[in-house]
């Protein structure tokens, strides 16, 4: 599978960090709007050919799949410019600004016959079997609530502050939370509750969103940009719990009983960086013919999307390509 990255920042290094160490995968192509950047990521990564426009890359008739790693704000526009050339597509999350466009990119990539998923990477990793084979087993009894957080202090990047960039915390980090919910609870929710604190600049801070589901089951999901939580995730039942260390990539799983007494503790497969599982699956389903991922079929990015909408109308957040 021939790879092009559109956009080549920090993410997009680590991806390309991760292609080197993957077999079945080629590093092809790199496109920036500056023809010297994609040259300087092309030569430390090794790829094939650098463009100096994303046009010029998606002329180019090998690319069998675009990485997108752009700023939020960009997805939309970029994803339906792949779709026009006829690219296979994996865009970061989030997927694009809000539930409209998702829709809009979910049917004109059906039309056009074009492979398109995102790139939430703890969808396409084996936590999230692990995580779901220990909640069927029935160890900590009836399941009646999680709690999932994740904050990281990372307003020194000018993004993440930035309203026109559709900076904040619930697309950058409150997504992950939401999807670990998501996951392992599902998607029947009844109702959502949220409180939020923003930031100087008009964008989402710190936020904690409570989803209540139809069979009573509830998660707290706290995300912020301005402070390190531990960002643990917990499973509570009525004969123990579980503790996942790190819901923005799983590293271990461990299991109590209502004493505290450890009864299982389950490490997570070693990885490369974690990215590979969503380049695996990409090359998987082209190769099956598929358009659609089956860990993140274009069905649930629009339900996030959506359940992120509903969250934001709560604080009257809107971002300014949305006024």
């Known amino acids: 599978m021939k790879i092009g990255i559109l956009g080549p920042g920090r993410m997009a290094g680590t991806f390309a960090k991760t292609l080197v160490a993957m077999e079945d995968v080629a590093r092809w192509a790199v496109a920036s709007r500056e023809l010297a950047r994609a040259e300087e990521f092309a030569r430390e990564y090794g790829f094939e050919k650098a463009y100096g426009s994303y046009e010029a ?13 752009t700023p939020h704000s960009h997805h939309f526009e970029q994803m339906m410019a792949c779709i026009r050339a006829g690219k296979n597509v994996l865009c970061e999350k989030a997927f694009t600004v809000n539930a409209f466009q998702a829709r809009q990119i979910r049917q004109a990539a059906r039309e056009a016959g074009v492979f398109v998923t995102e790139a939430i990477w703890t969808r396409y990793m084996p936590s999230r079997r692990i995580i779901n084979e220990v909640l069927a087993s029935g160890i900590i009894g009836n399941v009646t609530g999680m709690t999932a957080n994740l904050c990281y202090p990372v307003t020194y990047k000018p993004r993440i502050l930035d309203p026109s960039l559709c900076g904040g915390a619930l697309l950058d980090v409150g997504i992950y939370g939401l999807n670990f919910a998501l996951m392992h609870f599902g998607t029947d929710i009844v109702k959502v509750d949220s409180s939020v604190r923003m930031a100087s600049t008009g964008v989402d801070a710190m936020e904690s969103v409570i989803l209540h589901f139809a069979d009573g089951k509830m998660a707290v999901i706290t995300a912020a940009i301005d402070c390190r939580s531990d960002r ?6 009525d004969e123990g719990f579980i503790i996942v260390e790190n819901i923005n990539n799983p590293q271990m799983i461990r299991v109590f009983d209502t004493d505290e007494n450890l009864l299982k503790e389950i490490p997570v497969p070693e990885q490369i960086s974690g990215y590979e599982y969503q380049i695996r699956e990409c090359a998987k389903c082209l190769a099956q013919g598929r358009t659609e ?12 999307m959506e359940l992120m909408d509903s969250i934001r109308s709560q604080w009257g957040l809107v971002y300014p390509m949305e006024k």
Do not use: H, N, R, W
């Not at 890359?57 to 790693?69: C, F, S």
């Not at 643990?232 to 039942?237: E, H, N, Q, R």
């Not at 991922?293 to 996030?304: I, K, N, R, Y």
């Open 57 to 69: 890359m998606l002329a180019d008739p090998d690319v069998e799949l675009v990485y997108i790693a």
């Open 232 to 237: 643990k995730g917990i499973i509570y039942g």
């Open 293 to 304: 991922s089956l860990s993140m079929p274009l069905e649930d990015t629009v339900f996030v």
